[in-house]
């Protein structure tokens, strides 16, 4: 199982455990309090598109499309730390990152973040 431990904002200024496990390990949770989401939708532009297709036509690993999932799950990720800080949470549990590919030629990427936010200990 994926288990992200800690996590801490690209601006350093927000602490927050976020765990894909149900509970924290050394932590005792006082309050639940909803379930809260961080959702991205980006799209994948002309060049990135053409460069990716070479990469499938050729063979080997997309950068471009690797660089935009890693950018949207992390977009999504503090966003939905930043919705359950908002609510006094300081802690994310139970957390699932989901990506779906959306629009008419599939070049739009969603990706999705959802746990609950929680207080600790």
């Not at 149900?22 to 460069?51: C, L, P, R």
């Not at 070479?54 to 950068?63: A, C």
């Amino acid at each position: 199982m994926f288990n992200i431990e800690i996590y801490i904002t690209k601006n350093m200024e927000v602490f927050m455990i976020i765990t894909t496990s149900n509970n924290i390990e050394g932590h005792k949770i006082i309050d639940y309090k909803t379930i809260v989401f961080g959702e991205v939708i980006s799209g994948v532009d002309f060049v990135k598109d053409f460069a990716a297709g070479l990469t499938n036509f050729f063979g080997g690993r997309s950068n471009s499309y690797e660089g935009e999932l890693i950018e949207a799950r992390e977009n999504a990720i503090a966003e939905m730390q930043q919705r359950a800080s908002a609510m006094g949470a300081n802690a994310v549990i139970a957390v699932d990152i989901d990506y779906e590919v959306l629009g008419a030629s599939n070049n739009m990427l969603m990706v999705t973040a959802s746990g609950t936010a929680v207080i600790i200990e």
